[in-house]
């Protein structure tokens, strides 16, 4: 006997979201899949820093730290400002303490 899921498909189908959005989300959580880039997030969690505070921080050259850092900025994780020659990075908004936040209850639970 074959089961009727029509409605059950009918209903998840009609709530997917396109493609192209959940190939962005997709990317999106693949950035949180690198060990650097989440310690990056959690210094910036904790305070604002430059490039050369954070490679101090996690014994790491600038130029990895800058590299994880654009690749952070692409996803919209991170932001910037500038002050005279130096660029202090912050997170971007709420929503990626947020993140952080969960994924710590996740893993602690």
């Known amino acids: 006997m074959k089961h009727d899921h029509s409605k059950i498909l009918s209903a998840v189908g009609s709530q997917m979201p396109e493609d192209e959005v959940l190939a962005e989300l997709s990317e999106l959580f ?42 952070l900025r692409h996803a919209k994780l991170v932001s910037s400002r500038r002050e005279g020659k130096t660029i202090y990075y912050f997170l971007a908004d709420d929503h990626v303490r947020s993140i952080i936040n969960q994924g710590m209850e996740h893993i602690s639970e």
């Open 30 to 71: 693949s950035v949180f899949g690198d060990s650097t880039r989440i310690k990056i997030l959690w210094a910036l969690f904790e305070h604002e820093m430059c490039v050369c505070a954070i490679a101090e921080l996690l014994k790491m050259t600038q130029s990895a730290i800058s590299h994880q850092l654009k690749l």
